[in-house]
């Protein structure tokens, strides 16, 4: 399928002249540099990446074999003689040299109650935790779930089971007891680390009173930490629970780290479940670490002063890399948020920005819309000069929100970054270098190091080799930080990628690549849209229904049609006071940008949409909704929004 039936233009932006002329320059300063050191690594992997991990962690073993194994298996290893600890790598490399350095900077969720963290305690209080953890007889190779709030204790927590060498699974601590009870028992873990109650957006959440529910039904589990957040009186049945600072009290604040292989696994994530249950994936020690530190260092430009400011929870991978072992690794400071975007008001992100001098913003484009929806009044005030890049992750962002967040949060003077990966990447896999790329809004651009992209024939699997392409995303060969497999179930994980297009990992997404190389998410193979043979893209869709200047939010669905296979429905939410946007104006946006065949028969002016608890939405559920299929919505467990359904049933059933 060509793409010359988009007819949004997309603008070239530039590298900003600002960033290239800075002392020290980018670590990729031109698109040349990126190409150079791009084809070394997919040529020549051992080399580029056995040099990299020698520069950017340190090893208790050196490793003899970079690269083994491969896809149809997936025995893939990176480093297998290598041994090292992430939390050496993180904290006491860094410690001793500069125990006064700020490790993290704490902003709580009320305004005003923040607090930093230095190298040096850090250091100290994760080692008296694992202290405490080892001394419940958790040892290498256990699995720990975690279940806490955005405190510092919370990557403490973390740190403290990479120390030992055990497998930390953080539970993004939205989830429901259901929800918070499949992940502990799929992991198996005997050790819950939680926390009395947490707050955020002002509201209590009885984490606890979450926990024992959830635990009803886990037998296996033989302790919980508690550890004090707010102070109030909550539920504790001794001997099981165990008050993290009683027992911190007793422990000396060294521990000897457990030094691991490099492919001992760091830790378990859970997918978000978009398209269905969550895979648990498994992340190892060597390969992950060194790509989180290389992303953040490549793909953030971050220098010795920067302030990295990820917004994400950390429960999400994106938190794993960006606020803890990216951001350590390389003995940099990072900001752990612990509010939302529009608590109190919808400027905090830009408070916390100006307070702290963040250099480095990420987030997600669901947070990006709703804070385009409220308008530019809460960030013009803020002072945001300190910021020089600014991304963002887990979805496709539409050229239009793009726009806004370059004009009006990076002021045309940011490198803004759509950087797209997943859970099972580990890191960052597609996106421009800010002192690299010419961007071009709604593209991800190109490869990071290492990843060798395909776009296939969605029905034949094979390879399409012309530049411009529109297909499936695959990759061709293995990096250090892919998923290994999923926990306990290795079948599940070789059905899911590997086994999908022999010889290739399979992304699950689609996508197109343009005449000048530019990569283009188009969203999910399940979601993809056939009318009439022309296979339409959820993105596209949704990207001229949201340059209506009206629309907040849009999502694109394909329906079932007797007569063209398909047809497009969509979803869209309003921005304040706009309830009288006519729907033919909608669907007329989407002729005049892509086509009359790509015309949604019905939109849906709707109240919200549903989201999974990282903010993506689900289409899944809007497809079951307008078909009818309300009894088999599938897994909702990772719903953020539960009572979204029963509106939209009602909304779809009025209309
Ligand atoms: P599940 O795998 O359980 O269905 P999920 O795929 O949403 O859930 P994640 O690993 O959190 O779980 O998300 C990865 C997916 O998010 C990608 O496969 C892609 O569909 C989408 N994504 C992430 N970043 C981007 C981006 N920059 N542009 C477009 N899509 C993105
Ligand atoms: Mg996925």
Excluded at 184 to 213: F, Q
Excluded at 546 to 572: D, L, R, W, Y
């Amino acid at each position: 399928m060509s793409t010359d039936h988009l007819k949004i233009q997309f603008k070239l932006h530039p590298v900003p002249e600002c960033l290239l002329s800075r002392n020290p320059p980018p670590h990729v300063n031109s698109i040349e540099q990126y190409k150079k050191l791009y084809e070394e690594s997919i040529k020549n992997p051992t080399e580029f990446w056995g040099k990299l991990a020698n520069e950017l962690l340190t090893w208790h073993t050196p490793f003899q074999t970079v690269l083994s194994g491969g896809f149809e298996h997936g025995d893939v290893t990176w480093f297998r003689e290598g041994r090292l600890n992430a939390s050496y790598n993180c904290l006491d490399r860094h410690a001793i040299k500069n125990p006064d350095k700020v490790a993290i900077i704490y902003e709580a969720d009320e305004p005003g109650q923040d607090r930093k963290i230095t190298y040096g305690e850090l250091l100290r209080d994760v080692c008296r935790f694992a202290n405490v953890l080892k001394a419940h007889g958790v040892k290498k190779g256990d699995t720990v779930s975690i279940y806490m709030p955005m405190v510092p204790e919370a990557v403490i927590a973390i740190l403290a089971c990479a120390r030992l060498g055990a497998v930390h699974s953080v539970v993004f601590a939205g989830f429901s007891p259901g929800s918070l009870r499949d992940r502990i028992l799929d992991a198996s873990s005997k050790i819950v680390i939680t926390a009395d109650e947490s707050c955020r957006g002002g509201r209590t959440i009885h984490t606890k009173k979450i926990i024992d529910e959830a635990l009803v039904e886990c037998p296996g589990v033989e302790h919980v930490f508690v550890f004090r957040c707010t102070g109030s009186s909550v539920p504790f049945s001794s001997p099981r629970d165990v008050w993290w600072h009683d027992e911190l009290e007793k422990q000396r604040p060294y521990c000897p780290p457990e030094i691991v292989n490099a492919e001992d696994p760091l830790f378990i994530m859970y997918t978000s479940g978009s398209t269905g249950k969550p895979k648990g994936v498994i992340h190892t020690t060597g390969g992950y670490l060194l790509n989180a530190a290389a992303t953040l260092k490549y793909v953030f430009d971050y220098h010795e002063g920067d302030i990295m400011g990820c917004m994400a929870d950390i429960g999400w991978i994106t938190g794993h890399n960006c606020i803890i072992y990216g951001p350590l690794a390389n003995g940099g400071t990072a900001v752990l948020f612990g509010s939302t975007p529009i608590y109190p008001t919808p400027s905090r992100y830009w408070e916390v920005v100006a307070k702290h001098k963040i250099t480095q913003f990420y987030t997600a484009p669901t947070a990006i819309r709703l804070l385009r929806k409220f308008g530019r009044e809460y960030v013009d005030p803020h002072d945001l000069s300190s910021l020089r890049v600014i991304g963002t992750a887990g979805e496709p962002i539409n050229p239009d929100t793009w726009e806004w967040y370059n004009e009006v949060v990076g002021r045309n003077v940011c490198s803004v970054i759509d950087t797209y990966w997943q859970t099972e990447t580990g890191s960052v896999t597609v996106t421009p270098f800010p002192g690299a790329t010419a961007t071009k809004p709604g593209s991800a651009t190109f490869p990071f190091f290492g990843i060798d992209l395909a776009i296939l024939n969605p029905d034949t699997g094979e390879e399409i080799e012309t530049t411009e392409a529109e297909g499936v995303l695959a990759i061709r060969r293995p990096w250090p930080s892919m998923a290994r497999t999923i926990y306990n179930n290795h079948n599940r994980y070789l059905d899911t990628y590997m086994r999908p297009y022999k010889g290739y990992y399979f992304t699950g997404d689609g996508a197109g690549r343009d005449h000048d190389g530019y990569y283009w998410i188009r969203g999910r193979v399940d979601d993809v849209i056939n009318v009439s043979g022309h296979r339409l893209s959820t993105s596209e869709i949704e990207s001229a229904l949201i340059m209506h200047p009206m629309t907040a939010e849009a999502a694109a669905i394909g329906v079932s049609n007797e007569i063209k296979g398909q047809c497009v429905q969509a979803f869209v939410t309003l921005k304040p006071n706009s309830n009288n946007t006519d729907v033919k104006d909608l669907t007329l946006q989407v002729r005049k940008y892509i086509g009359p065949f790509a015309a949604p028969e019905k939109v849906y002016i709707v109240n919200d949409l549903p989201k999974t608890r990282s903010g993506k939405i689900m289409r899944r559920i809007l497809r079951k909704i307008v078909e009818g299929q309300t009894d088999s919505l599938g897994d909702l467990s990772t719903l953020a929004n539960p009572d979204t359904v029963d509106t939209l049933i009602e909304e779809v059933k009025n209309s």
